[in-house]
């Protein structure tokens, strides 16, 4: 079973609509979460940190479930350029910070 | 702009030939990471360092590849001999950790292609 387990999409949505992708977990020393976004044939960049709280970042929302050791993130009126690659990102508690990637959603957003 | 610089861009080699990927992490990171991305098994930790010391790289076939820091400006990567199916795109990424976390920055990736 891997580490970080994200549904590979793609997920195909209109401009404006909202989209959820959901990521799970399996190592409970997990300490740290992100999402990161990759556009074809580039790097993977931080787009937020995902806190017990929950957060926001405009259009972006991040949840957190301990518990369920589950991560989301939930994009709203869905634009051109939000179309990439979703990665669900954990640190796990190693004494250095051992940085785990799911292998990520694509996302493709239509006019 | 301060980024994290790999080199070679691309490589084309044939199967048994040696490989060696270079990555100059981002002055003041203490820490860096090599992955491997493919289309099956999306990005994959091999290894990494904190302030130059390997910490991890169980996720590295020991017995052709090999991740050394000789000193803080240079992480490399090499694989002896190569095959096809190290055919992948090699990214290597540094941070400033902080406790347990912090951003990863990218490179551009190395693009292997072993024929």
């Known amino acids: 079973r891997k580490e970080v387990e994200q549904d590979p999409g793609p997920f195909n949505v209109p401009e404006g609509a909202t989209v959820a992708f959901n990521c799970t977990y399996s190592?409970?020393?997990?300490?740290?979460f992100f999402w990161y976004r990759q556009d074809c044939r580039k790097e993977p960049k931080l787009l937020m940190s995902?806190?017990?709280s929950g957060n926001e970042d405009g259009r972006f929302t991040a949840q957190l479930n301990r518990a369920s050791q589950y991560i989301s993130l939930l994009i709203r009126d869905s634009k051109l350029s939000d179309s990439a690659t979703y990665l669900c990102?954990?640190?796990?508690?190693?004494?250095?910070?051992?940085?785990?990637f799911g292998a990520g959603t694509r996302l493709f957003v239509k006019a | 702009d301060a980024r994290v610089t790999q080199t070679p861009r691309h490589k084309v080699t044939e199967m048994g030939q040696e490989v060696t990927m270079r990555c100059q992490p981002i002055?003041?990171?203490?820490?860096v990471f090599w992955y491997r991305q493919t289309m099956m098994q999306g990005l994959e930790l091999l290894a990494y360092f904190r302030n130059r010391a390997p910490l991890d790289d169980s996720g590295m076939p020991k017995d052709r590849f090999s991740a050394e820091m000789p000193d803080a400006t240079l992480a490399t990567l090499k694989i002896q001999p190569s095959e096809p199916r190290d055919s992948a795109v090699y990214f290597c990424?540094?941070?400033?950790?902080?406790?347990?976390?912090?951003?990863?920055?990218f490179g551009e990736g190395s693009r292997l292609t072993v024929l």
């Open positions: 002055l003041g990171h203490n820490t």
């Open positions: 190592n409970s020393a997990s300490q740290s």
């Open positions: 995902v806190y017990s």
């Open positions: 990102v954990v640190n796990l508690n190693t004494g250095g910070f051992k940085t785990i």
């Open positions: 990424a540094s941070g400033l950790s902080r406790g347990n976390t912090g951003e990863l920055f």
